[in-house]
């Protein structure tokens, strides 16, 4: 298991378009994919558990990934974030 943490910096946080482009292209990975954050743990994969983590901007999350491509995928995801999730 591999994981880092990234402060998420999209102005509206982790909402739909964010949350699904995030569960897709984490979708494209074989290993398992959770988000932390201080009081909840979601799965990366699910756009649906990461809109209603209700994530708002300014929080530092660690994304945890488990499984046979575990650094590609913790780099894509730290990317991701790190890059605004597109907004």
Do not use: Y
Not at 27 to 43: I, L, R, S
Not at 63 to 75: I, P, Y
Request: with cysteine; proline share 6%; net charge negative.
């Amino acid at each position: 298991m591999v994981s880092e943490k990234a402060t998420l910096v999209n102005p509206q946080g982790l909402h739909m378009r964010p949350a699904g482009l995030f569960a897709s292209t984490m979708g494209k990975f074989a290993c398992d994919v959770t988000v932390v954050t201080p009081d909840k743990e979601v799965n990366g994969k699910s756009p649906m558990a990461l809109m209603a983590a209700g994530i708002p901007c300014g929080t530092e999350v660690e994304v945890k990934c488990d499984g046979a491509d575990e650094a590609e995928a913790l780099a894509a995801a730290i990317e991701l974030i790190k890059s605004g999730l597109g907004e």
